[in-house]
């Protein structure tokens, strides 16, 4: 019951950083990257109600349905959805079209492993204290390392340092996992990178701010409430924008 807590718990607090991740959206093509904490908000939803699952205080059929629905995000569209997040974002360029041969990679596996998860029923059951979901299709070594690839890689190659730790924070959080209980690959991880995806709320703030100097630069000024939004963003985040902007310098390949 604890951890079944403990996942509705972090699933609120994410959800509530979700919403306001979106309502810094300033264009169509953020919108994926900015969903990403509200779906990792409700993909823990879910995995709450797989430990309700396993204390049997909801009947197997709910349990069945909750543990698909889990798996069908953790281990098939994440790793099409990720990249293609990114791609939306980046500008033309070297890193551009890395992380979309990323994507088609992604896409593969993601129809690869949404077949295999199809086709077999996943088996979930407590090992060494955490969830540990088994499926024989998706149970090998290349598509981890291909799903580690499209995930965390693709991350990694973002010109964005809020980005780029984003990717660092999952692949140092699924190397640890996986050398301390690799059983809980799945489940731990997923906790774990819904835990860290707060960190897109910064990266979307700073956009925001850019986007709205743009904004008052271009049309030399802004309506009141755009006005008024932006003196809050920068009275709030004092310095963020440049901070960042400071570390992006500093990689490589820009």
């Known amino acids: 019951m604890f951890f079944a807590i403990m996942s509705f718990t972090l699933s609120g607090a ?21 969903s990403l904490p509200l779906l990792f908000s409700l993909h823990q939803f879910t995995q709450g109600f797989v430990w309700l699952g396993m204390d049997h205080l909801i009947n197997p059929r709910a349990l069945q349905m909750a543990e698909t629905l889990f798996v069908f995000y953790a281990q098939g569209i994440l790793q099409f959805l990720v990249p293609l997040a990114v791609w939306l974002l980046e500008p033309r360029g070297v890193r551009k079209n890395l992380i979309a041969l990323l994507m088609y990679l992604g896409a593969f596996l993601t129809v690869y492993s949404l077949w295999g998860l199809n086709i077999k029923p996943t088996e979930v059951s407590i090992v060494n204290g955490v969830l540990y979901y088994r499926n024989p299709v998706t149970d090998q070594l290349w598509l981890g390392v291909g799903y ?4 965390c890689g693709a991350l990694m190659l973002s010109r964005s340092i809020a980005i780029q ?16 209980n690799p059983y809980g690959l799945t489940s731990v991880w997923c906790l774990y990178a819904a835990s860290v995806s707060g960190l ?12 709205l100097q743009m904004i008052r630069t271009k049309q030399h000024g802004l309506s009141k409430k755009l006005k008024t939004e932006l003196e809050n963003l920068e009275k709030r ?18």
């Open 237 to 254: 985040y004092p310095g963020l924008r440049k901070k960042i902007q400071r570390f992006n310098r500093l990689l490589p390949f820009q």
């Open 200 to 211: 897109l709320y910064v990266y979307f703030v700073e956009r925001r701010i850019a986007f």
């Open 148 to 151: 580690v690839l499209t995930t």
């Open 165 to 180: 730790l984003f990717g660092w924070l999952n692949f140092i959080g699924i190397l640890l996992i996986y050398l301390i």
């Open 14 to 34: 994410i959800f509530a950083v979700g919403i306001l991740t979106l309502k810094k959206v300033s264009t169509p093509n953020e919108v994926v990257l900015a």
